[in-house]
């Protein structure tokens, strides 16, 4: 007799539905440390959320050779002249790579190396990227929707939020004259 099982997740291509599901909001003010412009920042509904993940963690933490996948949406806005975007992370584990995949909306990748050399990739719809191992990475929402994307990273791989929060990205991305702009850190 073939047995079929029934899948535990379903996902609408913005949501997760089913078992083993974290949903995470961020709002303004769990973000202080990553704006540069803290006037602006200081200014904003500290409650506003500025974006959502809802994670799939069918095993547990730091399980090696598990898996992890995540629908990651990001509202748009701007603190200042700076797009909405993630706190960024280094993996705890350095040499676990990403790979994240555009839903909807549009958004920036920002990529940093040990050496703290940044670059970014633009996001759209269908984009897939792969964010190689020892590699910090950070989305911006650039557009005027939702910015939507998913993800898939190694369950052991770790979040080190520590040492974004501390030194930054070198590179910040701004909206100047209507466009997204890589711009060095004052
Ligand atoms: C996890 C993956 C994403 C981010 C999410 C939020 O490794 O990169 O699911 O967690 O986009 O970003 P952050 O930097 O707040 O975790
Ligand atoms: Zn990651």
Redesign the pocket.
Known sequence: MNLIATPSLFSTGQHLQGKEIERIS?RIKDLESIFSDKKAYAALDAERVVYE?E?YLPVPNNTEGGLFY?I?TIKPGTVGNEYFM????FHSIRNRA?IYFTVSGEGMLLLMDEKRQTRAEKMTPGSVHYIHANTA???ANTGDVDFIFS?V?PAD?G?DYDTIARHGFSKILVKQNGTPTLIDRS
Do not use: C, M, Y
């Open positions: 961020r993940v994670s995540g990651t993630t706190k960024g992370h990403e990475h950070r989305t993800a990273w791989a979040h």
